[in-house]
């Protein structure tokens, strides 16, 4: 058994090494591990062999060659882009959840991913896996068809052109619809939904300016209708829209300016807390609590922070102190009124 461990990692070794671009010598290599080159000689043979069967199930067209300029074993070719069998099954999975589709838009989506299964036997074993979820599939309340428009707006906010809206309302103003004039900058998904990130613009003295020093959000799918204007809008590099960031800084996509938040957490696990906050860093901790501080964008870190109870306990800024005291009594009016 520990000769058979001790084989294993020989070859997973120089498999890694190979992956870096690193040559194999055959003699270097029986000195490095203690062996012959003949049991050298087998290990890169079963490289050569695991390779050779990658080929096959996801097209993977590397090679162990020898370089005789180089006196040594090396890995030619590339790794396949299309995804593995279990990558496909992973984002068709991630995809069912999302629930980002129609039902029609989403079978026919997961159809074009499975369609890339090899060898054919796998192409039936994924579908089945995914049959029932596909099956009991369940769309949004209002679905709505949106490819076309995610690519239209997207093509826009590459050429960076200003774009005029007509935007459904939700809330007490549900059906109506207002303008508005914007220069797009980022499409995101999140909880369910499309949405464009966009800044407001207005027309003052014959030039467009920012309504706000940050970005507005639209769920794609209530963008009833839009246009291309002739104008198109400047965007300095230093300035540019950094989706990745915002992410980061924005829960369940309500839009506001960014602060920094700094709260007492007494929760079990602080990792979540983490996850949930990518900014957030924790400054300090005893047997009790941690003290954690993050940065964020808006007012959605209300919802996050009142869902947590008292496991947590706002200490900064005096301002959110205040919004989620207002935001708890309003809760228990209507608390009271139901009962």
């Not at 070859?11 to 690193?22: N, P, Q, V």
Request: hydrophobic share 40%; glycine share 6%.
């Amino acid at each position: 058994m520990a000769d058979h461990h001790s084989k294993n990692s020989r070859i997973l070794d120089m498999y890694e090494r190979l992956c870096a671009g690193k040559t194999l010598n055959k003699s270097e290599e029986a000195l490095r591990f203690g062996i012959d080159e003949r049991s050298v000689q087998r290990d890169i043979d079963d490289i050569r062999a695991y390779l050779a069967e990658r080929s096959i199930s996801s097209g993977d067209d590397r090679q162990v060659v020898y370089d005789r300029q180089k006196k040594g074993f090396l890995l030619s070719g590339y790794q396949s882009p299309l995804m593995t069998n279990s990558e496909i099954l992973a984002v068709s999975k991630i995809l069912l959840e999302s629930r980002a589709f129609t039902k029609k838009d989403m079978s026919a989506i997961l159809d074009k991913l499975i369609s890339g299964c090899v060898p054919q036997k796998n192409m039936k074993l994924v579908s089945d896996l995914l049959a029932n979820e596909k099956f009991h599939y369940v769309e949004l309340t209002n679905p709505a068809g949106i490819q076309d428009k995610l690519w239209d707006i997207g093509s826009d906010i590459q050429q960076r052109h200003l774009l005029e809206i007509s935007y459904q309302k939700q809330g007490a103003d549900a059906g109506s619809a207002v303008i508005r004039i914007v220069e797009p900058v980022s499409i995101l998904f999140s909880e369910y939904y499309f949405y464009l990130n966009a800044y407001i613009v207005e027309a003052t003295d014959g030039k467009y300016t920012h309504k706000y020093d940050y970005p507005a959000i639209f769920r794609v799918d209530r963008i009833a209708d839009y246009r291309l204007l002739d104008q198109t809008f400047s965007l300095p590099y230093a300035n540019r829209f950094q989706e990745g960031e915002f992410r980061k800084r924005v829960q369940f996509m309500y839009p506001g300016r960014l602060q920094s938040i700094r709260f007492r957490y007494t929760g079990a696990s602080v990792d979540a807390i983490l996850d949930r906050l990518p900014t957030a860093k924790v400054l300090s901790k005893d047997e009790e609590a941690f003290i954690v501080e993050a940065e964020v964008y808006g007012k959605g870190i209300v919802m996050w922070l009142l869902s947590q109870g008292d496991r947590v306990d706002v200490l900064a800024p005096e301002s959110l102190r205040l919004t989620m005291k207002e935001t708890l009594l309003r809760i228990l009016e209507k608390y009271q009124e139901v009962l």
